[in-house]
Every structure is written in structure tokens, then in C-alpha cells.
């Protein structure tokens, strides 16, 4: 699984690179999130699970708008721009960047 999921996590940014080269990097994000959220939300119906109220939706909606939504719109950007294997380390890098600012700020 391990093997599996690098595999798919690197080939992401080539594909992500190639695919901002056919459409606008905002279009090219929009149709692959839009098919997820499609996808997503039939399965959540087909499994029947309880759908977020009040401030766990609040919160899940800004956590997909900012957190998700800013990101990968800003990465598709940034992909018209940069190399896969540029995009790819600093992806890597997040992780540990995370763990040396946890560490400055004492968590």
C-alpha cells in the first residue's frame, strides 16, 4: 500500500502538469474537484451517512474552501510555472517544514 501510494502521489503532479497544459489551471482544478465532489456525494448517499449541521458544517465548508479548495487552485498555478519535480519536493518538504514550526512554537 505504501508502494501504491507513492506511486500515485508522484505521478499526480506530472498528471496535474501535463493537464494545466490542455486547460486553464482554475478550469483544470474545478473539473477534477467538481467529479470528486460528485463522486463523493453518491457514495455518501448510497452509505446513508449523517450530513454535518451547524458549526461542524461551518466549519468542514471553510476548511474546504481555504484549506483545500486555496491550495490546490494555487498549486495548479503554480504548476504552469514550475517543473513537476520542483513541485514535488516542495510537497515533500511540507511535512517536515510542519514538524521544525511545531517544534519553534513548542507543541
Request: proline share 4%; hydrophobic share 65%; charged share 5%.
Amino acid at each position: 500500500m505504501f508502494a501504491l501510494a507513492a506511486t500515485l502521489g508522484g505521478i499526480n503532479v506530472l498528471a496535474v502538469r501535463i493537464s494545466v497544459g490542455e486547460l486553464a489551471p482554475f478550469w483544470a482544478a474545478g473539473l477534477r474537484f467538481s467529479l470528486a465532489a460528485i463522486l463523493f456525494i453518491i457514495i455518501a448517499l448510497a452509505l446513508r451517512l449523517p450530513w454535518p449541521r451547524g458549526r461542524q458544517l461551518f466549519l468542514t465548508m471553510i476548511n474546504g474552501l481555504l484549506g483545500i479548495s486555496l491550495f490546490y487552485a494555487l498549486a495548479y498555478w503554480a504548476l504552469v510555472r514550475v517543473t513537476a519535480g520542483t513541485a514535488t519536493v516542495v510537497l515533500a518538504l511540507v511535512p517536515l517544514v510542519t514538524l521544525l514550526l511545531a517544534s519553534a512554537h513548542g507543541f
